[in-house]
């Protein structure tokens, strides 16, 4: 796949090539998308017929690139007689600002044209395409191009201008120029996305967004984004550089919801621009740290959402926390089941698990009054509508065969859970790390209902079944041959028995007994699972390892941030400063920006991490994932009103201090020196 530039704001992002081009690609989202659709599916600059070819490209911000550019192929005998920047900046909308110069010592007639198209495209219908059920109108008005798509109640439309007059025609706007010995031609031109509803209002507009914002507006926002967050001081200057990236990053996948109208954020470029409940979960865990007002708005967005009847089309229940929510096309008119889709079985429990966790960092006892209700229906989900065979274990099973998922673990690709042989078990299926989060979402519960629900009785009766669920996952799951946990149970009961990195959230989770949790450190970080980059998702010797495999044997920074989270809560400090350090030294190899996933491959065969050819980045969860892990080495824990600092930090990071943490004790600073990992 050719080089690929991104910028984005929130969930409306422009992808094109080292040109600044965009050519529709049946194999990678390219164009410009907002609220799941694609608003330019074409949009091609030409210089006298010829496409230009890139000398550089400068994309430091994440919203906006500069494209240096020059017509035909560049040579190192003949020199360019004119050339291109393009500086393309997004702010909700799409701006482009066109520069042609003339390095020549004659005057320069040209022919400047841009390929404009829309196919408002559904994001679902890129990675299965389909034909559209209503054609797209093509206006020419006024010197002005405009795309509107209509089917129904689903209203779309693109409209382009410039600032050069030019001539217009339905497929694009070409400019007859003149340029002046060391002159330059400018023009800039303008894309605007109308999202609209009834009576042809742009429903975005109620939330103040879908008008264009400027690159000064975009880097003020980011600078007190930035401002807001402790400060990183530390004599490994990579650390500081990814952990900038990281807060750039999360700040650039930022959106304002349609429902609550809150500010949430999106869950990865290109695919899962939208609320996602397991990743919003986990990005709001791993960056409390340092952005505690992410985690209200997300738990509200979710608390909107909940379910609160049975839908087998959206596989909806009441009391479950939503998996995703889309806005396309084929989710408004249900050939999907996106608005919203509930088939995740891990989001209810870790509903309430945040919702603890936030107020232990915080102190906002107010919000876990407000939550009251949604989380009690969390709670009651896991054991009424979340174990339907009544055995005490969180089990799933899509009811929707045609559309809905059939995993619904983090591990959601079809093969992800198999036996060691590679066999795919038969469904319901009961994954390990489920039947985790529902033990500590029992005594994190009992926790609220004591202290703030003024319930003892409900808190009593949540810890007995967290004993009783810890007690029977430890018998049942627990593979006396091999010594690890199961992947999953079957059906039937059966066990499962790959060796995975689900393993490390029971360490997480806290459900592992204590004496069995060598073991499981041990599998870890041993050479199966443990490439020296990081915990493969699978190990290697099962019969669907695959270093390239989505979730058979790639390597997820936010999986390996919470198997650290999970070795430091045993005491396992040393094997999580390893895990943490692999996963720091990673990240220099992707300038500071870890992708989705990466190769499984060891570490003793690369020199450098392999990537995954389709990884999203930037990607929330792997933006928390630093985070995540510099609380891991500081060994921040809150307890009462009190931070407690007990640092483990990697002897290649030296001295790290992180400044003015924020939480329930105001503001703290943490320091840490580097040690030897044994």
Known sequence: MKDLFSILDGNTFLVSDSAGDVDPSPAYPTGLFSYDTRFLSTWQLTVNGERLNSLSVDNLRYYET?????????????????????????????????????????????????????????????????????????????????????????????????????????????????????????????????????????????????????????????????AGAPRLDCECSQLEATYRRSLVDLSALRYTGLSVRTELVAAGLPWFMTLFGRDSIFTCLQTLPFTPQLIPATLAALAFGQGGRLDDFRDEEPGKILHEIRYGESAGFEEQPHSP?????????????????????????????????????????????????????????????????????????????????????????????????????????????????????????????????????????????????????????????????????????????????????????????????????LATGCRRYNPLGYHVGTVWPFDNSVIAWGLLRYGYRSEAATVCQAMFDAAEYFQGRLPEAFAGYARSRTTYPVEYPTACSPQAWSAGAPLLMLRVILGLEPQGDHLIINPWVPAALGRVELLDIPGRWGRIDALGRGRRVR
């Open 66 to 226: 500069r494209y240096f550019l020059v017509p035909g192929e560049p040579t190192h005998y003949v020199d360019a007689k004119v050339s291109v920047i393009r500086h393309q900046t997004i702010g909700n909308s799409f701006v482009e600002k066109l520069a042609v110069l003339n390095h020549g010592e004659e005057d320069a007639d040209l022919v400047v044209r841009v390929e404009m198209g829309s196919d408002f495209a559904d994001i679902f219908e890129i990675k299965n395409p389909a034909r559209k059920r209503q054609a797209v109108a093509v206006v020419v008005e006024d010197e002005r191009l405009r795309f509107r798509y209509q089917r129904g109640p689903f209203e779309r439309e693109t409209l382009i201008t410039s600032t050069a007059t030019g001539g217009v025609d339905r497929g694009g706007m070409t400019f007859r120029i003149n340029v002046p010995v060391d002159g330059e031609w400018q023009t800039t031109l303008n894309v605007e996305t109308a999202v609209l509803g009834a009576r042809g209002r742009d429903f975005r507009e109620n939330i103040a967004i879908g008008h264009a914002r400027s690159p000064e507006q975009l880097q003020s926002a980011m600078d007190d984004w930035l």
């Open 341 to 537: 889709y509930y088939g995740a079985a891990d989001t209810t429990p870790l509903f309430v698990i945040l919702l603890d966790e936030y107020e232990r960092w915080t102190g906002d006892s107010t919000l876990v009054r407000i939550l009251e209700y949604e989380a009690r229906a969390a709670l009651h989900w896991i054991d009424e509508y979340g174990d339907p065979l009544g055995s005490g274990y969180i089990w799933y099973e899509t009811r929707n065969p045609d559309t809905g998922l059939i995993n619904q673990c983090w591990k959601d690709s079809w093969d992800s859970i198999s036996y060691r042989n590679g066999r795919i078990p038969s469904l319901p299926r009961a994954t390990c790390e489920l039947q985790g989060y529902a033990y500590d979402a029992k005594r994190r519960g009992a926790r609220l209902a004591r202290l703030f629900w003024n319930d003892p009785d409900y808190a009593e009766q949540l810890e007995r079944e967290a004993t009783e669920l810890k007690t029977r996952f430890n018998r049942d799951f627990w593979i006396g041959e091999g010594e690890y946990f199961a992947l999953a149970l079957d059906a039937e009961g059966g066990q499962v028995d790959a060796l995975s990195s689900n393993i490390g959230h029971l360490l997480w989770s806290g459900i592992v007994d204590e004496d069995r949790a060598p073991r499981v450190v041990e599998h870890l970080l041993g050479p199966r699972l443990f490439s020296g980059w990081g915990v493969r998702t």
